[in-house]
């Protein structure tokens, strides 16, 4: 179940430098503004971004033979070369991405191809094997760890692969509750198509408005009703994939031992094995009841003692996060309630959907009371749902008035959550020190499995002379840090570029070894996402 | 939670030539042995089976140079040529491993080496390597698939490596719910040493008295309370793996997505890419109460109508099960109720275990209730339990009487379930009519999943002169069957050798060949379990 907004397929092309709809660009609220340089100091207002058309691109390095063979794929209406498209297709929507995209001058793809078949797909592969390109396969284009960046790697030129017009309810199995859905699909899309016929998928990250079905496979993706019904990993039962030396149809059955399971080698590959081109889901029937309920605890250590309890009871809600003191403060403030400021305590949010409401409900009181919870009723759990794919609205208006704003995320294990959460909060501090900078740091809990959470972090700072470099550095100590204290290099961005330096320590040697020789053996050419995933520019 | 008998860790070494504990052999209920002829037949009493001292098995192709390296890893006393264990680590426990056990010449490995620690595993890898050795991983002996076959591929000889004396409770984190366990640790060790500190596993296969934790990741296990505590891959939550050229510790935190979850690579992988030496398991306390129903269908599709409404709610109960009428009416046989044969239609098994259990039960009821279900009461689900872990006690029984017996399975979506199993039959019933032989076939559904669920079938048979032969014909027709109708050629049993050949058509050319790049990349030399999982001697 999703607010009426997202039921609609959003038709509104993303903004080309920031997030989203341009016709949805949020103001700050006057008390963020009040309260900005109370938390980060003297702010000075950045350079105002660059215009599209004044943007300076590389002339695209494909030649006429090139844009001949993808055109006599995909049709001359589906090979884009314009300035806009390449612009467009030229990196995601992290932080870093944004600050590029206000800069005069950009690197970008050599053209976009818009392939619009399963088939289409593996001929793009083979041109690209053929005639030296790499392949940046793209979907939404929401990816925040540089898996978009247009990187050639070794090879001549590098073409985005545009899956969109790869859209569609393949099939619904009603029986069984399975749904096939095109890869290109975005997020709206699919719930509109499942919805039609009385079922809905549930996966709702904050990147659902523009991210695909596919990217979310590719990125093991996770979603806010991950408590209800799991992560994106956890909702697929099968996938067709094309790599450049054969295709794969995986995921016969639900419960195979028929060996490994070879979907999860797909999942989380982001690319850079073979393309995802369809996708087989759980679904359920549209839920019609949905109730909520905010609880306040006195700190985050027994917010997370309250989620552990429900997630290792299980049968507990659909949706279930804590934000801690900081980052309440800031929602209050959002609200206009700044006169209760850093006074509230941790607040949890929990939403019911589906079947024994009364019950889950009732079981998941019980648990939180334990741990020292105090219901606030259902108020500020609807201000949540109301705003929760806003963030990134906020970020564009954050930018503009100079305030870095990133966010970042990790899991441990219960046990490890509070340290970890140390970790990262220091290396924060302690980063953005070193660089000059104040800096404001939140942290919400919003995934929760029997044995641990994700940590997620959203930081604010002030804009310095070069905050890409300053930022990198930060990020980079960040990552040292998660490392360290036993975190996960990603809970749900995935690896991409920015993180590839770090998942060797991870998975070890050895884990790498495992990834490059499912690479070269899929991949030979080493044409697919340069550098994602594995760190290197070759294979 | 599970019966006295189980808490404690089963000693007595497994019959040499059949199932379980010599002292527990069962004789055929006097009901069975009346109810045999008139299902299949005349039959006639085979050959009694050969005694262990008078087995012949081929001289240890092992040298002294051999023998002196394994020696200096693991100590003169576990490394072993004695005829005894040779022929005890001969396979594995299908009705073909039996029945070739009762033969006076047999294939054996060359020598059994029990490495005590993930370190001395990594140097008998090494050791065998060099040696141009294959090496056979052994955990509690009970593959129905051929995994444990003594196959030396094109090596000049073959070890087992018998992993049992890897046992042990390496750590538990309470706060977090899990627990790491040395992969050697059997079933009833494991609960032992969990229960002992409050918690459980869970994990309860038919094979659950010998089997050990390593081997039920290797082979994707899943155990008779999957409804409740998921399948074995479920609760894996990380895996030590040594491999011939390098380490792996893998599943560093819950709900990761640093790129794919290679942990999955491992469960299903049986050995062939590396020997799991230590598995991180979920854990939940030990429950306190457990309640038990059983349920009449009409048939065995308005059952398999209940259990998919139970499956696709969710929150049901932690052990569900529906048995055709053909198994129905034999459970009843063996109970001594054989005046009710054929006129019960199907049963359903339930036992809640855990929290909640009035509210789980009664939506559970009314669900069942929907789907035409009658209620029977508690006793015939205690009859489940109590004999829960006795089927392959009488399947010795009924071979040394001269009747073929032998299971399989296999999964698919809730929608094909009839037709799969419908294929399924077929193929076992014309096989054998096709040898000449009668047959009785039941059917059970032991595992359920949202999108689908299982079916497990027991065959009976007259045994002929070479039922070795005619049984890989009729098996081998029915995995036909399976592909064919759309089912996974294993939902729990795995490959091993018996399924290779059919693994291609499950998971495609290209799926084989990201199976054959791990394994060139982990074991270049290809020393581990030659012929399993993936078809062929070499890699």
Redesign the interface.
């Known amino acids: 179940m999703i607010d009426e907004d997202g039921r609609v397929a959003e038709d509104a092309p993303m903004r080309w430098n920031g997030w989203g709809d341009p016709a949805k660009e949020k103001d700050l609220p006057r008390a963020v503004r009040t309260l900005l340089p109370l938390l980060l100091g003297r702010i000075r207002r950045p350079e105002p971004a660059v215009p599209l058309a004044d943007v300076a691109i590389p002339a695209s390095a494909l030649n006429e033979e090139d844009l001949a063979a993808f055109r006599a794929v995909v049709g001359a209406d589906h090979v884009d070369v314009s300035a806009e498209s390449r612009v467009r297709h030229a990196g995601g929507r992290s932080t870093p991405d944004l600050l590029r995209r206000r800069m005069p001058r950009q690197d970008a793809p050599d053209a976009i191809v818009r392939a619009g078949s399963h088939a289409e797909v593996v001929a793009c592969l083979s041109i690209a094997s053929e005639r030296d390109l790499a392949v940046i396969p793209f979907g939404g284009g929401t990816s925040v760890v540089g898996a978009l960046d247009p990187e050639r790697g070794l090879h001549r030129a590098v073409v985005s692969l545009d899956l969109r017009r790869l859209s569609g309810l393949i099939a619904l199995?009603e029986?069984?509750?399975?749904a096939a859905l095109a890869a290109g699909t975005t997020g709206p899309d699919a719930e509109a198509l499942l919805v039609a016929r009385g079922y809905e998928l549930g996966h709702y990250p904050q990147s659902f408005r523009y991210a695909t079905i596919g990217g979310f496979a590719a990125?093991?993706?996770?979603g806010q009703n991950s408590a209800g019904y799991g992560?994106f990993?956890a909702m697929v039962?099968g996938i067709r994939v094309a790599?450049p030396?054969?295709?794969?149809?995986?995921g016969?059955?639900?419960?195979?031992?028929?060996?490994?399971?070879?979907v999860?080698?797909?999942?989380?590959?982001?690319g850079i094995f073979g393309v995802i081109t369809e996708v087989r889901v759980?679904v359920?029937p549209v839920p019609r009841e949905r109730v909520f309920e905010a609880w306040t605890f006195r700190d985050f250590a027994s917010g997370v003692d309250g989620l552990?309890r429900v997630a290792?009871?299980g049968?507990g809600p659909t949706v279930i996060r804590l934000s801690d003191e900081a980052e309440t403060a800031v929602s209050l403030a959002q609200v206009g309630r700044i006169g209760k400021l850093l006074a509230k305590g941790a607040s949890v949010v929990t939403v019911y959907e589906g079947?024994?409401i009364g019950?889950r409900r009732a079981?998941t009181a019980e648990l939180l009371a334990q741990a020292g919870g105090v219901s606030s009723g259902q108020g500020a759990a609807e201000d949540w749902l109301e705003g929760r794919f806003d963030g990134p609205y906020l970020r564009d208006s954050l930018l503009d008035a100079g305030v870095f704003c990133e966010t970042l995320e990790?899991?441990?294990?219960?046990?490890?959550l509070q340290t970890l959460r140390d970790a990262v909060e220091s290396a924060l501090r302690d980063g953005f020190a070193a660089e000059g900078s104040k800096s404001y740091i939140m942290c919400h809990v919003s995934?929760v499995?029997?044995?641990?959470?994700?940590l997620y972090f959203t930081v604010l700072a002030g804009l310095r002379t070069d905050p890409l470099d300053a930022w990198q550095r930060v990020k980079s100590g960040v990552n040292d840090a998660i490392i360290s204290a036993?975190?996960?290099?990603?809970?749900?961005?995935?690896?991409g570029r920015d993180?590839a330096a770090w998942?060797e320590q991870?998975?070890?040697?050895?884990?790498v070894?495992?990834?490059?020789?499912?690479k070269?053996?899929?991949d030979p050419a080493g044409i697919l996402n340069p550098g994602a995933?594995i760190a290197g520019q070759g294979i």
């Open positions: 199995d029986i069984s509750g399975e990125a093991r993706s996770s992560r990993d039962t790599t030396t054969g295709d794969l149809e995986l016969r059955s639900p419960g195979s031992a028929a060996g490994p399971d070879l999860r080698v797909f999942l989380g590959s982001e759980r359920h552990r290792q009871r049968g079947e024994d019950e079981l990790t899991a441990t294990t219960w046990s490890n995934h499995y029997p044995t641990g959470a994700s036993g975190g996960t290099i990603s809970h749900h961005h995935a690896v993180h998942l991870e998975i070890g040697e050895t884990g070894r495992i990834l490059r020789a499912i070269r053996e899929l995933v």
